[in-house]
């Protein structure tokens, strides 16, 4: 690992000025950014830990809108009363996460900032349609994500909170790596009513959502709708783990799963 500078934060002001020096990084669980500075692929000059600033921390829910404060640990979220009754399904996505060290250190922020495309929250981020707020202004959820670990924050801006809204009905179902419990792929469904968002993480290079199965689960919220709708191997992932062609079925086998689990 390369030498850097560690700094505590004493207020989000501080943390943001000190994010915009030279080649400074945010710390929040250190579950992604100290393993990738390890392995050297990244070398900051500072890190900036938001690990004692209140203001980012917490749940609040007003029966609209669950908001997750930004260093609110995964473990958190899968524990709150106040998400299990409003979202029972991303309390059951935090609870997928990695192990028990993994949820009691990873941050909600952290693993939106990070956009890795085998990632479990952005999944909610997109398909319970969230806002992304920063000390610098919001993010609707559709325009946050920009690439394979690529998001629209700038260089420096902090996520403060994310605030999903309460669908009717939701599940997540993942196909996850049994080793690091990656998803290889994931479905989010989530119907509001008249409207339904599916995200699926873990296929391509960021999470996207399926517009034909959103379509077909809209006309009929049933298991069949999503089944029938076959997602394309073209610009999904191949790897060791799965080729495109088999994330792409897994995609349709997925949201069949979530849509089975929102009924029941
Ligand atoms: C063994 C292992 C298994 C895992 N399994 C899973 C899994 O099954 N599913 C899953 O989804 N994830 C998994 N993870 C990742 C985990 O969820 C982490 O929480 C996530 O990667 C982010 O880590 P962090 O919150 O500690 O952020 P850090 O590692 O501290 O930071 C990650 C990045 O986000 C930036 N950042 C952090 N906070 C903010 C903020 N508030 N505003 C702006 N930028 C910020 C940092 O600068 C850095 O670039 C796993 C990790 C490990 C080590």
């Known amino acids: 690992m390369h030498a850097f500078k560690y700094h505590r934060a ?76 409003a979202i029972p399904a991303l309390a059951a996505l935090a609870g ?63 996520i403060t909170s994310v605030s999903f809204q309460v669908p009717k009905r939701a599940a997540y179902m993942k196909f996850k790596n049994p080793a690091s419990r990656f998803a290889i792929v994931g479905v989010f469904v989530a119907d509001f009513g008249g409207s339904v968002r599916v995200a699926v993480t873990g296929a391509g290079p960021c999470v996207f959502r399926q517009a034909d199965m959103e379509k077909a689960l809209a006309a009929k919220f049933a298991p069949e709708s999503a089944a029938g ?17 088999y994330r792409a079925h897994l995609v349709s086998v997925m949201a069949k799963r979530a849509v089975e689990a929102a009924l029941k």
């Open 96 to 158: 997928m996460i990695g192990d028990r060290q993994v949820r009691a250190m990873g941050t909600c922020g952290g693993s939106i900032a990070n956009s890795d495309p085998a990632a479990d929250y952005p999944a909610a981020v997109l398909a319970l349609n969230a806002t992304i707020t920063t000390n610098k202004g919001r993010y609707e959820a559709d325009k946050f994500f920009t690439g394979l670990y690529e998001t629209a924050l700038k260089p420096g801006e902090i």
């Open 10 to 85: 004493a207020s989000l002001s501080e943390a943001a000025t000190l994010a915009g020096k030279g080649e400074a990084k945010l710390l929040a669980g250190g579950q992604s950014l100290v393993q990738a500075m390890k392995l050297r692929l990244a070398s900051p000059s500072d890190l900036v830990d938001l690990g004692t600033l209140k203001e980012l921390q917490g749940i609040k829910s007003d029966g609209r809108t669950v908001t997750v404060g930004a260093m609110t640990r995964h473990a958190e979220v899968e524990r709150s009363a106040e998400v299990k009754k």
């Open 229 to 245: 709708v076959k997602q394309k191997k073209e610009g999904l992932n191949t790897d060791l783990h799965a080729s495109a062609e």
